[in-house]
């Protein structure tokens, strides 16, 4: 199935936009299968010529991602999540399978030390973590002004922590019920809120499916990334 614009002004255009999204997924599915299928095929011959395989095995783990991708967007639409624009959102959980943080990054305040980058887990693999890992000193060096090598302590990510969900999200139980059952699914590479935790105001939940076939990029940004509505509410008290 080619591409489309999808338009929903009730829920009964809504619901249609879901089985067009899902037909879009499926579509996507099997291209990327065949694309698949092509790489390894010629994997193979380079492999039987004794050719250089690097470029191939680039190939093939980027198509690899994209397939992961798009069955990852056609589980959440069977599951009921409707696909919407992206937002600025505050991210509260990430998936994955490593044992530790991978990111070699260093950085000079304790605090900054967030946002690891993990390549994105098929369904099913890994388990949610806190995006903010505990900081461990280092000691790096750099040139002062007389070009001599000084000492300097500064700060990478050391280990994963579990799940540090905001206050707010608890107001209503269906809400947290939401969380658990998208938690529950390992789909979404990533669970997210806005506005933010420092905010106050009626918060949304959404789950976000990774696109960038290297890994995440920096998590306070939402480039490359597909949005999939978890849970809202409106307190109308507050109105």
């Not at 506005?195 to 490359?224: F, W």
């Amino acid at each position: 199935m080619s591409d489309l614009v999808v338009v929903a002004r009730n829920p009964l255009e809504m619901a249609q936009a879901q089985d067009s999204l899902l037909q879009w997924a499926e579509g996507k599915i099997g291209k990327c299968e065949l694309e698949l299928m092509s790489i390894r095929q010629n994997m193979a011959v380079a492999r039987e010529r004794k050719w250089r395989l690097q470029g191939w095995r680039n190939q093939e783990r980027m198509a690899r991602l994209r397939l992961q991708c798009f069955q990852k967007v056609r589980a959440a639409i069977k599951a009921g999540y409707c696909l919407v624009p992206n937002f600025p959102v505050d991210v509260i959980a990430i998936r994955t399978s490593a044992e530790r943080p991978n990111d070699p990054n260093t950085t000079r305040w304790r605090g900054e030390v967030a946002h690891h980058q993990q390549t994105p887990e098929p369904i099913g693999v890994g388990r949610y973590v806190s995006p903010n890992p505990t900081a461990r000193g280092v000691v790096a060096y750099r040139k002062n002004s007389e070009g001599e090598n000084v000492p300097e302590q500064r700060y990478t990510a050391d280990e994963f922590q579990g799940l540090d969900l905001p206050p707010f999200a608890f107001v209503r139980p269906e809400v947290v019920t939401s969380i658990e059952k998208a938690l529950s699914l390992n789909i979404f590479d990533r669970i997210g809120i806005l506005p933010g935790r420092r905010r106050r105001g009626d918060p949304i939940v959404v789950g976000q499916i990774v696109r960038k076939s290297q890994g995440y990029s920096r998590l306070e940004t939402n480039d490359d990334v597909l949005t999939f509505l978890i849970a809202w509410w409106i307190d109308t008290e507050d109105l």
